[in-house]
């Protein structure tokens, strides 16, 4: 099965930029939909940002203009751009297929103020 893995997160001051990537195991782009979530301690998993196979995009109006979710095909690769980070980005940030039924560990993501 298709397998995606996160990392890139890390601490930075508010303002600061973030590159995530979100790498599968297999091919990933066949599949329609593909998402950035995000989940913070005391709040349900949310999405973020998502890329359709045809690389169409969408975002969440908490991160519209700050935030850029991209493919890189060749690299089986999905990226999520963050920028002018904000404390309240302060989370868990997970990729998975839209009702993809299985969860990674995700990659931490701290935003100090």
């Known amino acids: 099965q298709v397998r995606l893995v996160e990392s890139g997160g890390g601490l930075v001051q508010a303002g600061g930029s973030l590159r995530l990537s979100c790498v599968g195991s297999?091919?990933?782009?066949?599949?329609?939909?593909i998402g950035w979530y995000r989940q913070a301690p005391g709040k349900q998993r949310e999405l973020v940002a998502s890329i359709t196979s045809a690389g169409l995009t969408n975002y969440a109006d908490a991160v519209k203009g700050r935030f850029t979710i991209a493919r890189a095909d060749v690299k089986n690769t999905v990226y999520l751009q963050m920028n002018s980070l904000k404390p309240e980005d302060t989370a868990v940030y997970y990729c998975?297929?839209?009702?993809?039924?299985?969860w990674g560990q995700g990659t931490q993501v701290t935003v100090s103020s």
């Open positions: 297999g091919s990933i782009f066949r599949v329609n939909i």
């Open positions: 998975n297929f839209l009702g993809g039924p299985y």
